[in-house]
Nanobody
Framework: VQLQACGGGLVQAGGSLRLSCAAS????????MGWFRQAPGKEREFVAA????????GVADSVRGRFTISRDNAKNTVYLRMNSLKPEDTAIYYC??????????????????WGQGTEVTVSS
């Protein structure tokens, strides 16, 4: 499966962005999906994940209450809605797909396919 993320940009603290990740190549609805981010000089970290049906999802403690993950299987797209953005949210955001599974998954090694990343910069 090929993943194409978009929607990043420069935003002021307190602002919002919605990231999108479009998938192609295989049956999107069979893939649990996740969002991860990597800030300069830091390791890639989990942000949010959602099951293949969209019925269950989870987010990292650092973004809980501000970020929401969702998916539209008819459009082969997963979204990350980011509200109340903070400078510490500045990072490259990556979407990822896991080949199979019924839940949602929070560790990098569980994912099989990765998008190219979209950059989010939050100014103070």
């Amino acid at each position: 499966v090929q993943l194409q993320a978009c929607g990043g940009g420069l935003v002021q603290a307190g602002g919002s962005l919605r990231l999108s990740c479009a998938a192609s190549g295989r049956t999107f609805s069979s893939f649990p999906m996740g969002w991860f981010r990597q800030a300069p000089g830091k390791e890639r970290e989990f942000v949010a994940a959602i099951s293949r049906s969209g019925g269950i999802a989870g987010v990292a403690d650092s973004v809980r209450g501000r970020f929401t993950i969702s998916r539209d299987n008819a459009k082969n797209t997963v979204y990350l809605r980011m509200n109340s953005l903070k400078p510490e949210d500045t990072a490259i955001y990556y979407c990822a797909a896991k080949a199979g599974g019924t839940g949602y998954y929070t560790t990098l090694r569980e994912y099989d396919y990765w998008g190219q990343g979209t950059e989010v910069t939050v100014s103070s």
